[in-house]
């Protein structure tokens, strides 16, 4: 007579150790992949942040030359697109305030023609730093 | 011989699982359904920074390159000409750009879309998307510089919903000198 005697301890372990891998394994890529969405999506935002102190920098450039290149420090904080010595100290920019948005000069020239801009927004993604950088080149005759 | 009893679960045992799949599919659903809605808000973001670049580079570079004149109105009559610098902090709100055709242009905002008006209006932005607070200026601080142009406007997907996993809105800014004044 056949008896049917049910599941042994290994197989019932071996099967719960495959399922609970399978599991382990889906769940780890789908909040991997969703920090990564996250990161693109403030990623998107930055650039335009970036685009548009690129813009202001760009103005302050066209509207005279001499004031634009009198700003010799080198360090610039732009959270509030105007001219703040130093490197932005908080994350203030958007709302909430999540970004910082720095700039970096450097002159080249006596009398300055020539100015390179580096604007970096950067912000903490579950305390690792992620930035976005624009270079750009001034020069006075152009 | 007695009765012969066939093996099965007991209440115990179905309880205990029913209760851990309990737990656990609610777990996989809600990582799903935030995925989902991730990858919905970076698509409408995409969406409203795709129009909003459009449209901010094609008033710059018309504006910049084919504005000759700038006008309070599509007449060409020299005493509709505005943002003379006569004054310090000359400016004029929605003008109206003459190119070196002798034609009129304009951006406007057409309901929540933004509109580029020449000979016929043309809306730049899609239904997907809303503008809001569209501002467009000239100003001139002196007789002998160009006439900046300072556009600005918001825009956001297009959606009723006011919950911030739905929505997506960029803030536009862009200042502009005639080239050809």
Redesign the interface.
Known sequence: MKK?T?FTLIEVLVFVTVLSLF?IS??TI??F??RN??I??HK??A??YAE?SS?WVK?EK?DDWQVFASHNGTNYCLNSLSWTNGLCSTYSLGTPGFFKRDLILSISGNPTDKITTVLTVSWLENGVNQNVILKSVYNLWE | MGIVYK?SFTLIETIVVIAVIGL?LP??FS??F??LQ??T??YR??TV?KE?DFVISLMESTIKNRAVNIYNSAVLNDANIVCKGETPGDSYNNPYFLDDNNKFFSYKLNGTKIASDSANSVDLTSIYTKVSGFSISCTRNRIYSTP?VLVSFTIQYNTTSTRPEDTAS??????I?LRNY
């Not at chain 2, 960029?170 to 200042?175: D, P």
């Open positions: 049917f049910g599991f889906a769940v789908t909040t992949s969703l969405l996250k693109q999506e998107i935002i650039t335009r548009e813009e103005q066209e | 093996k656990i777990v996989i990582i799903f935030v995925l991730q990858q808000k970076i973001l995409n920074k909003g900046s960029l803030f536009y800014q862009t200042k000198k």
